[in-house]
């Protein structure tokens, strides 16, 4: 039923489409969401993760799973960071992949809604580090589509990665464009 008003409103109502598809079992991914420009992008990963049924997850800091929200943000894919015992996130982020049986973690490398010139690399990292794909993630507001590419398998050279991952988003627009990262 929830997936069906999902569909509704977000087709329907919003106008929306979604193009491309994950592969139900690929089990563990980081998904490299851009260009992140607008708190609107929170709810166009809602409906994506409802209408095409995966678990898709996000990581915050311990603190925000307690009560009363900790529930809530579980329910909503979110998983804590406990940074305790000298772990970077990095490190503590790719020990959630191994204990995990299904993690697919959206990570958002431009860190911020505001403009930015660089992207952050800690979602190539992880990706390496927890040895799963990364699979670029359009949320493209000049034609209302979730564009969900095809999975990379970091090989170690970041640029070389980066220049394939980044043409995903070639022409991709957010809800403020000036506000993107111009790849």
Partial sequence: ???????????????????????????????????HTSAHDFYLGIFTRGITGLEMNWVGKKELFRFPLGFYFRYMGGEPLDRTGGLNKVDSIAAIFQRKETFRLAVLPEGTRKKTDAL????????????????????????????????????????????????????????????????
């Fill in 1 to 35: 039923m929830k997936k069906q008003l999902y569909k509704w409103i977000f087709f329907r109502l919003m106008g929306w489409k979604i193009e491309g598809s994950i592969d139900p079992a690929m089990q563990k991914c980081v998904m490299m969401v851009m260009p």
């Fill in 120 to 183: 952050k690399t800690g979602f190539y990292y992880i990706a390496l580090k927890a040895n799963v794909p990364i699979i670029p993630v359009a949320f493209d507001f000049g034609k209302k589509v979730v564009n969900l590419g095809k999975p990379l398998m970091p090989t170690g050279n970041l640029e070389e990665d980066l220049l394939i991952l980044n043409k995903h988003f070639i022409g991709v627009l957010g809800k403020v464009p000036e506000k993107g990262f111009k790849v």
